[in-house]
């Protein structure tokens, strides 16, 4: 079944300190993963995707993500944190193989970034 | 680019009355869309999903259903609401193997 997981309801760093939001998937056929980030009372905002290619992408604001094929794992960094970067950020998967109409999102994960 | 429309951004309903919030899409044709409620500013769950023109997918059953009139126009209907139907909702929308772009969401209160 597909699904995707973020282990850490809550991330705190202080700014200036690096940042890495976990996620990790379960799907049938090749994975399409993205990250999203959510202010309050706003809609989601996209920040990256990994399709195929390289398995490092780079998105907006500085954020970045590894696939990682071995791990089923696509953790969202970056090198250094902002305190306007505090929001819920969620991670989603299109399965290439199932219903690829569907997204599969994690439960989301709160960053408290502290000046 | 494309964008997402919804409205009303609150609104507040008595139990039993009945709703309809309206999606519409710009800047993209014959796109997927997406209802989702969000509770608690947490996790997305998928309500429903349609992939053209009077085309409507169900995920949960509930008293809730959705309409696409038009290509660009998904609509979300209750005939008489719950205390259990507030919640955000937010509509969304996708293209081929592109990622969603979502609305500003509707919060829903149903005293």
């Known amino acids: 079944a597909q699904s995707v997981a973020q282990p850490e309801d809550q991330v705190n760093v202080a700014e200036g300190n690096p940042l890495t939001v976990k996620c990790t998937y379960s799907?049938?056929?090749?994975?399409?993963l993205f990250w999203y980030v959510q202010y309050p009372n706003r809609g989601l905002q996209f920040l990256l995707k990994?399709?195929?290619?390289?398995?490092l992408v780079k998105g907006s604001y500085g954020f970045e993500a590894e696939f990682n094929k071995s791990q089923t794992s696509f953790h969202l960094k970056k090198p250094s944190a902002l305190v306007s970067d505090s929001a819920l950020y969620f991670c989603?998967?299109?399965?290439?193989?199932?219903?690829?109409?569907?997204?599969?999102f994690g439960s989301g994960t709160k960053l408290n970034v502290k000046p | 680019s494309q964008t997402i429309h919804q409205w009303p951004a609150t609104l507040v309903q008595p139990v039993g009355s009945p709703l309809s919030l309206e999606c519409t899409v710009e800047?993209?044709?014959?796109?997927?869309l997406y209802w989702y409620r969000q509770a608690a500013g947490r996790g997305l769950q998928l309500l429903f999903y349609?992939?053209?023109?009077?085309?409507i997918s169900s995920e949960v059953p509930q008293n809730l259903s959705a309409s696409r009139p038009q290509d660009r126009q998904f609509i979300l209907s209750s005939k008489k609401l719950l205390l259990s139907d507030s919640g955000f909702y937010l509509c969304?929308?996708?293209?081929?193997?592109?990622?969603?772009?979502f609305g500003p969401g509707t919060r829903l209160t149903v005293l």
């Open positions: 989603a998967v299109r399965d290439g193989r199932g219903n690829f109409n569907k997204f599969y």
């Open positions: 799907v049938s056929g090749n994975p399409y």
């Open positions: 990994y399709i195929t290619g390289d398995n």
């Open positions: 800047g993209t044709s014959n796109p997927n």
């Open positions: 349609s992939v053209g023109i009077g085309q």
């Open positions: 969304a929308g996708t293209q081929g193997r592109n990622e969603q772009f």
